[in-house]
């Protein structure tokens, strides 16, 4: 089971940190990943990580959003900066990657959704 948490409400510029708590399986050996769904559209990877740590992130925030985890934790997160009107969705984490990319957003586990909503 996957845990997403740290969601909320912020103002167009702010930080925030989510937090995916793995239980009842380790994640250490797998991708673990955020997916975001805002109103009205489809699902988009924000990032992903793999189990030796490569990193990919969407366009849309690289350079602003930070993936990363504790295997000693099992848990991962998404450290968000400078938020923008448009990262205004439902964030998914979700782990074990079951096509050759995370892209594919085709993940064994999925946690609940956490909502972000950011304001002006």
């Known amino acids: 089971q996957l845990q997403a948490s740290g969601g909320g409400v912020v103002q167009a510029g702010d930080s925030l940190r989510l937090t995916c708590a793995a239980s009842r399986r380790t994640v250490r050996n797998y991708t673990v990943a955020w997916v975001r769904q805002a109103p009205g559209k489809g699902r988009e990877l924000v990032a992903a990580?793999?189990?030796?740590?490569?990193?990919d992130y969407s366009e849309s925030v690289k350079g602003r959003f930070t993936i990363s985890r504790d295997n000693t934790k099992n848990t991962a997160y998404l450290q968000m900066n400078n938020l923008k009107l448009e990262d205004t969705a439902v964030y998914y984490c979700?782990?074990?990657?079951?096509?050759?990319?995370?892209?594919?957003?085709?993940?064994?586990?999925w946690g609940q959704g956490t909502q972000v909503t950011v304001s002006s």
């Open positions: 990580q793999s189990w030796s740590g490569t990193v």
């Open positions: 979700a782990a074990q990657s079951l096509a050759g990319t995370p892209f594919a957003m085709q993940f064994g586990y």
